[in-house]
Antibody, heavy 122, light 108 residues
């Protein structure tokens, strides 16, 4: 079955960077884009960015431009999200989610990884 | 602020019908997808496209769209339907994605 398994929780100090992984299985890795979404405590979902695992091209939400980098390793079917210059407001659960599309007018995120908690604290 | 607007909270009596709405300009061009999220869990897709349900999602969940508004309807709400519901779609520029702020559903 299609599955996304993420890395474990992280605790980082302000100003540091964090790299979260998302390992895909059960489908052709390069055939589907992958999104990253985060959720701060008690808040809603926030889209961060997307990568095309085939060519490696990534696109990011304007809010995170310059601070986030999404990469992939096709040999291990793993996508990575690195967020730099961390601040307390970056404390959140980070999810990866596979992109699906009809090729035209609709897209959906399915499945989702289990989430990775990143805590930023001095 | 989100480009997709949802009511923060909605309640429904057990067994009754509830509609959760999502408004945004991008919905004139793109369908919304809907996700259910229970406390401490990852979101789960419940509706996508015009009105498609993934396998395993009960048929009491349905979706519709008109103009700049997408709707998720639960016909005969059950206690297990409690949770947060999020819509998502492309943004108004069509290049990126956005989520609505979420609607907390309470089943009374």
């Amino acid at each position: 079955q299609v599955q996304l398994v993420q890395s474990g929780p992280e605790v980082k100090k302000p100003g540091a960077s964090v790299k979260v992984s998302c390992k895909a299985s059960g489908y052709t890795f390069i055939g589907y884009h992958m999104h990253w979404v985060r959720q701060a405590p008690g808040q809603g979902l926030e889209w961060m960015g997307i990568i095309n695992p085939s060519g490696g091209r990534a696109d990011y939400a304007q809010k995170f431009q310059g601070r986030v980098t999404v990469t992939r390793d096709t040999s291990t079917s793993t996508v990575y999200m690195e967020l730099s210059s961390l601040r307390s407001e970056d404390t959140a659960v980070y999810f990866c989610a596979r992109d699906n599309s009809d090729g035209g007018s609709y897209w959906w995120f399915d499945p989702w990884g289990q989430g990775s908690l990143v805590t930023v604290s001095s | 602020s989100s480009e997709l607007t949802q009511d923060p909270a909605v309640s429904v009596a057990l067994g009754q019908t509830v509609r959760i709405t999502c408004q945004g300009d991008s919905l004139r061009s793109h369908y919304a997808a809907w996700y259910q999220q229970k406390s401490g869990q990852a979101p789960v897709l419940v509706i996508y496209g015009k009105n498609s349900r993934p396998s395993g999602i009960p048929d009491r969940f349905s979706g519709s769209s008109s103009g700049n508004t997408a709707s998720l309807t639960i016909t005969g709400a059950q206690a297990e339907d409690e949770g947060d519901y999020y819509c998502n779609s492309r943004d108004s520029g069509g290049f990126r994605w956005v989520f609505g702020g979420g609607t907390k559903l309470t089943v009374l």
